[in-house]
C-alpha cells in the first residue's frame, strides 16, 4: 500500500516535469519561428561573398594596421636617430665651447699677468722717481736752510757795521709787509726779510764809501738766484 503511494506520487512528479518540459519546447519553437521570420532569407552564395568580403575587409585592416605600426616605427627610429645626433652634436658642442673657454681663460691670465707686470715696472719707477724727488727736495731744503742761515748771518754783520741802517731796514720791511698783506707784521724776520733789509742797509750806505755802489745790484742778484 505504501509503495503503491509512492508510485503514484513519482508519476505525478514526472508528469509534471514533462509538461514543464513540453511547454518549455513549445515556448522555444515559437521564439525560434519568430527568430525565423525576422531574419531575411539568404542564400549560400550570399553568405559566402560575406563572409570573403569580411575576410576582405580583415585584411585590409590588418594591413593598414601593420602599415602604421611599421611608419610607426620608422618614424621612432628617426627620432631615435635625430636623438643620438643631437647628443652627439651637443657633446661636440659643449667640448668646443670648453676648449674656447678655456683658451680665452689663458689669453685673459697672459694679458693680466703683462698689464701687472707693466703697474709694477711702473709703480717701481714711479716709486724710484718719488724717492729721488723726495731726496732732491730735502737736498733742496738744506741748501735753503742753511742760504737762510747765511743771509740773516751777513744781515746781522751788516747791521753791526752800519748800525745806523736800522730805521731804514726796519721801514722797509713794515712796508713789504703791509703790501703783501702779513697777518702779523711784528712776526720774526725770515731770511726774505733779511734779505729785503740786506739790501735796505747797503743802499743807504752808498754814501759812505763809493766802493758800496755795486753792492745793492750783487745782492739783488743773489736774491732772485736764491728764490728761482
Not at 91 to 110: P, R
Amino acid at each position: 500500500m505504501l509503495v503503491h503511494g509512492t508510485l503514484e506520487a513519482a508519476d505525478k512528479g514526472l508528469l509534471w516535469e514533462y509538461r514543464d518540459l513540453s511547454e518549455a519546447f513549445t515556448t522555444f519553437e515559437q521564439a525560434h519561428d519568430k527568430c525565423q521570420a525576422a531574419l531575411p532569407e539568404t542564400s549560400l552564395e550570399e553568405l559566402t561573398g560575406q563572409i570573403s568580403a569580411l575576410k576582405a575587409e580583415k585584411e585590409k585592416l590588418a594591413l593598414e594596421h601593420s602599415n602604421a605600426l611599421e611608419a610607426q616605427r620608422n618614424s621612432f627610429s628617426e627620432l631615435k636617430q635625430k636623438l643620438i645626433q643631437g647628443k652627439v652634436e651637443h657633446a661636440e658642442t659643449l667640448k668646443k665651447a670648453k676648449a674656447a673657454g678655456e683658451a680665452k681663460v689663458k689669453e685673459v691670465q697672459k694679458e693680466l699677468a703683462d698689464v701687472t707686470g707693466k703697474l709694477k715696472e711702473e709703480l717701481e719707477a714711479k716709486t724710484k722717481a718719488l724717492k729721488e724727488a723726495e731726496d732732491r727736495n730735502a737736498t733742496l731744503l738744506a741748501d735753503q736752510a742753511e742760504f737762510d742761515q747765511l743771509v740773516a748771518q751777513a744781515d746781522n754783520q751788516v747791521l753791526k757795521i752800519f748800525p745806523d741802517s736800522q730805521p731804514l731796514a726796519y721801514k722797509r720791511v713794515m712796508e713789504l709787509r703791509t703790501e703783501q698783506g702779513v697777518a702779523d707784521p711784528e712776526a720774526a724776520w725770515s731770511a726774505y726779510d733779511h734779505l729785503v733789509t740786506l739790501y735796505a742797509r747797503i743802499t743807504h750806505m752808498k754814501a759812505v764809501d763809493r766802493h758800496l755802489g755795486n753792492v745793492p745790484e750783487v745782492a739783488l742778484q743773489v736774491f732772485k738766484f736764491s728764490w728761482t
